[in-house]
């Protein structure tokens, strides 16, 4: 089967760095994205890699290791409205998205 | 401005009726999709269209119906087949399927009574 683990929760303080993880295991791979998601809201894109490395996009990083089957999502300079879900989703051979769970994110003061 | 909308926000309904979920785009999208989200879960795919007139199951389609007449429109009927409807539906379209950037819709929460 086709799946993407993701932690189910964080905690991180404002101001601090958070780094969530995401391992899959999908049939083939495209790329992978994160997307950001409010609580009763639709998800946002975040990022996309298909390139092993890191993509910095303002406080927003992530990383991907192919022959790891590993992404990370880093989050700089936290802010309070950082608080959310962060899902992880792989596009495999079909072209289609396998979607992992979502990491709620919770920031504290 | 160009988006995907959803409507209405909240639907409520009674259990054995059918109910149909609406979903626009003035994208120019080729691509749309259905997913269902339930609490702690990812999202799921119920059906999604590469093109007008096709469409394709996803991977809970049992007790779901759509259709794609027109290409900015792709419309999810819950039936009264689907056993546990109660959840947040989301509309979502692409560029095309092969992979694109997903643009999703404000979602539909529909509670079956």
């Known amino acids: 089967g086709q799946n993407i683990d993701q932690p189910t929760e964080m905690t991180a303080t404002e101001g601090a760095i958070v780094q969530i993880n995401c391992t899959y295991q999908t049939s083939g791979f495209n790329g992978l994205f994160w997307y950001q998601q409010h609580a009763g809201e639709a998800p946002t894109f975040l990022s996309y890699n298909v390139l092993d490395g890191l993509e910095e996009k303002g406080r927003f990083s992530s990383f991907l290791s192919r022959s790891k089957g590993y992404s990370y999502l880093l989050l700089k300079e936290l802010q309070m409205k950082d608080s959310a879900s962060y899902l992880c989703a792989v596009v495999n051979r079909d072209y289609q998205l396998i979607w992992g769970a979502g990491t709620k994110l919770i920031i504290k003061p | 401005d160009g988006g995907i909308t959803q409507s209405p926000k909240y639907l409520f309904r009674k259990e054995g009726q059918n109910v149909t979920l609406s979903c626009e785009q003035n994208?120019?999208?080729?691509?749309m999709y259905w997913y269902r989200q339930d609490p702690g879960q990812g999202l799921r795919l119920i059906y999604y269209s590469q093109i007008v007139n096709d469409f394709q199951k996803g991977d809970i389609a049992e007790g779901y119906s759509v259709s794609r007449e027109k290409k900015e429109s792709f419309p999810l009927t819950v039936t009264s087949a689907q056993k546990n409807p109660t959840a947040f539906y989301l509309c979502?379209?692409?560029?095309?399927?092969?992979?694109?950037?997903?643009?999703f819709g404000p979602g539909t929460r529909l509670t079956v009574l």
């Open positions: 994208l120019n999208h080729d691509a």
């Open positions: 979502a379209s692409s560029i095309h399927l092969e992979g694109n950037e997903q643009f």
